[in-house]
Each structure stands twice: as C-alpha cells, then as structure tokens.
T-cell receptor, first 111, second 111 residues
Framework: KQEVTQIPAALSVPEGENLVLNCSFT??????LQWFRQDPGKGLTSLLLIQSSQREQTSGRLNASLDKSSGRSTLYIAASQPGDSATYLC??????????FGKGTKLSVIP | DTAVSQTPKYLVTQMGNDKSIKCEQN?????MYWYKQDSKKFLKIMFSYNNKELIINETVPNRFSPKSPDKAHLNLHINSLELGDSAVYFC??????????FGPGTRLTVL
C-alpha cells in the first residue's frame, strides 16, 4: 500500500527566499507524481505533474524533481512571495487513475 | 466558465438524514473522482469513474453511493448520515494528460 510523507509539516520563510519542499513515497512503482496547492477553504490547484519517465518539470518559479529509485520528489520555489503562502500537497499516482496524497506542507511567506 | 463545480458549498444536516452532493465538469474529461478531506486535512480517494464506469471504490461504507448519469456528472449520495461523515468532500476530473482538476469542495457538517 502506497504511503506518502511530506516534511516539514509547516514552514515559515521571509519573502524572497528560495525553498524546498520534500515528499517521499514507499512504493516506487508510480505512474506519475503530482504537486498541488491548496488555499484555505478552497479546492486544490494542480501545479506540476511529473510522469514516471521524467526527472523534473518546471513552471515559472516552480521546479519539481522526481527520483523514483529513492522514492523522493522535491518542489523548489524560487524567490518566494507572500502569495505563495498555502498548503502544498504531493500525490503519487498509480494505475487506474488513483492518487495517494501526503498530508501537506503549510507554507507561510513573511513579507 | 468554471471547470469543476460542486453544489452545495455547505451542507448542515442531522444524523440519520440522506443527502446528495452534485458535481459537474465542463472540461470534456472521461474520469471523475470523489475525495474526502477529514478534520486533519488528510485527503483520501473514495471513488473513481471512467466513462461512467466505477473503477476505484476504496474502503467506503455502502451508505455512500456514487452515481454518474453521464460523463460530465458524478453525484454522491449519502444515506443515514453519521457524525463521522463530517468532512470536506471534493470532486475532481482528469483527461488524457492525467492532471486532476478539483472542485471547490462541499463542507458537510452532521449534527
């Protein structure tokens, strides 16, 4: 059974800093790895999706990497802004469209 | 032009009642999902439908019954509501690119 762990559970950084969020998964036989953002009281917004054959994906200030052999993914956020404050969720995709989510990292970017 | 919509946004009801949550997507996706996010913010899949066929049914009480009248709709009906059913329920959909798009959520409170 797939288990996804995200560390740290919460992170507070000053504006402008670069930061890394970590995600680990127990079963390396994944189909893809997805990163989402959740704002308080809102639904999830997809940020990046990395297929199992890929090593990384980039979108603007975000870069996600995937190392299947070690069961790890990281989300790098460059030049953080207060608007980046949210909970970031990592999800490991298996066959049959199933996603297993971590519990998330709550990020606070201090102006 | 909302991609994935859910109604209602809030639902407050008494124990023992039966209620439904509706979900619609206008993205032309073939696959739709229901997720439950508990009080600790842990997000877990409940059901997945592909082309109106059930493909994932996690360990969910049979009081929960999904219904998909067509590819654009996946409704969730809950019988005999219990206190432990209180949570936020998210609908999502995905297409060929695998990225899942989430609705805004329905906060269910059972009194």
């Amino acid at each position: 059974k797939q288990e996804v762990t995200q560390i740290p559970a919460a992170l507070s950084v000053p504006e402008g800093e670069n930061l890394v969020l970590n995600c680990s998964f127990t079963d390396s036989a994944i189909y893809n790895l997805q990163w989402f953002r959740q704002d308080p009281g809102k639904g999830l917004t997809s940020l990046l999706l990395i297929q199992s054959s890929q090593r990384e994906q980039t979108s603007g200030r975000l870069n996600a990497s995937l190392d299947k052999s070690s069961g790890r993914s990281t989300l790098y956020i460059a030049a953080s802004q207060p608007g980046d404050s949210a909970t970031y969720l990592c999800a490991a995709g298996a066959g049959s469209y199933q996603l297993t989510f971590g519990k998330g990292t709550k990020l606070s970017v201090i102006p | 032009d909302t991609a994935v919509s859910q109604t209602p946004k809030y639902l407050v009801t008494q124990m023992g009642n039966d209620k439904s949550i509706k979900c619609e997507q206008n993205l032309g996706h073939d696959t739709m999902y229901w997720y439950k996010q508990d009080s600790k913010k842990f997000l877990k899949i409940m059901f997945s439908y592909n082309n109106k066929e059930l493909i994932i049914n996690e360990t969910v009480p049979n009081r929960f019954s999904p219904k998909s009248p067509d590819k654009a709709h996946l409704n969730l009906h809950i019988n005999s509501l219990e206190l432990g059913d209180s949570a936020v329920y998210f609908c999502a959909s995905s297409g060929q690119a695998d990225t899942q798009y989430f609705g805004p959520g329905t906060r269910l409170t059972v009194l």
